[in-house]
């Protein structure tokens, strides 16, 4: 099977960003496929382009950077810039590299458009995976406010979903939102969410040495891009309670950039949040050795219907290590964790109780351990990523088979 994927924030095992598509398809490449990845230069990919065009090969996935580079610190109007350079660029690649079918991974949304040529203009059958919901993630963020753009980019995204022969989506959350704002369209869904990489505790060694603030303390991590999307001053809010009520045994960490880190960092300045700590971007290893020192994971987003669909990387990463997350998305996450009681979920935007449900699972030994077992099950029997490489294949296989049924004359 001959897979073109379309991906433009592509990252390896050196990079400091989620790994799926490098994870599900060096396991393809093992089974016999051929992967192209064709991305762009991404600065958390761990990928040195060279040339306006390099081609680099990634434990056999061939990966083409077209080195536009993009960044979550870029303005708005840039990023539209580069989102659509690399969509055109990429459509050549639609065009001309050799396929069984074609996959799109969106967002950004323009990535739909080399899927579309090679849907149209080749006749190949058209994966459309979903990441984030487009344009809907923007404007409900107040990124996108012009109506005319609005209505084109929606009706571009309702293209692409009717273009499709086959729809991922990286949650039950959004798999429902696909389906509730397009009740007409006869769309084949299967959802496939981030996964964990069980193998994490064997390939990475509990070796961190801590800084000096750390030492003796109780560590509560937040690992991931600190942008508006993110919404990390409910962090900093619930700092300050810590800190009001005397709890001087607890240290936060928020690891990772973005554009709203400098910002984030004056104000615990000026709130004299001497209790949050920024060690920066680091890779996925890095990481991990947090993980592994910390009491509980924090992830937060920004209190809006459309990110509570989200499938964040670093929630499957904590599975992986039996981290105790603590979250405040109330969609799919939510119910999931209830279910499964692997976390524990507190209101957006509320202080008080996410300092609480910290001192819980902090002082609450018996908690934390069942949290732990029953993250590490979860890792296991739900979001293993062997398990959902193999369900991922299946379902390209089912799509690309006739394709390669008529070119080899079947």
Known sequence: MKVLYFYQFFATAKGSW??????????????????????????????KPEGFVSRIDV?????????????????FTYRIFSYMAYAILGSWYALTLPADVVISSSGPIS??????????????????????????????????????????ARFFERWCYRASSLVIALSEGME?????????????????????????????????????????????????????????????????VLKRQGHKNIEIAIIGDGRERLSLEARATGLGLDNVHFPGLMPQESVVKWMFKAKCMLLVLKNVPVLDTSSPNKLFDAFAVGLPVIQVTQGWIKDMMKRENCGI?????????????????????????????????????????????????????SVARPAENERSGL
């Not at 393809?28 to 991404?42: L, Y």
């Not at 849907?119 to 404007?139: N, Q, S, T």
């Not at 008080?352 to 819980?360: K, L």
């Not at 908690?367 to 299946?394: C, H, P, V, W, Y």
Request: include cysteine; hydrophobic fraction near 40%.
């Open 59 to 75: 434990e056999g996935i061939d990966v083409r950077v077209i080195n536009i580079p993009v960044s979550n610190k870029q303005t």
């Open 18 to 47: 989620g790994k799926r598509v490098y994870e599900f398809a060096r396991r393809w490449v093992k089974e016999g496929d051929s992967v192209i990845v064709i991305t762009s230069a991404f600065d958390k990919s761990g990928l």
């Open 176 to 240: 429902e939102w696909i389906r509730k704002k397009n009740p007409s369209l006869p769309l084949r869904i299967e959802v496939i969410t981030n996964a964990s990489d069980n193998s994490i505790a064997d390939k990475i060694r509990d070796d961190l040495k801590l800084p000096g603030w750390a030492a003796g303390k109780n560590i509560v991590i937040y690992v991931g891009t600190i942008g508006r999307a993110n919404n990390c001053s409910q962090i900093l809010d619930a700092a300050a």
């Open 111 to 152: 990535v739909g458009i080399p899927g579309l040529v090679a849907r149209y203009l080749r006749r190949k059958p058209f994966i459309f995976e979903v990441r984030d919901i487009w344009p809907e993630g923007a404007v409900e963020l107040g990124v996108i406010h012009n109506r005319a753009v609005i209505g084109m």
């Open 345 to 397: 979920t507190v209101p957006p935007d509320d202080p008080e109780a996410m300092a609480g449900a910290i001192t819980e699972v902090i002082g609450n030994t018996e908690l934390r351990n069942t949290l732990k077992e029953n993250s590490r099950r979860a890792a296991r029997e739900i979001f293993d990523q062997g398990m959902l490489a193999d369900k991922m294949r299946s379902a390209i296989m």
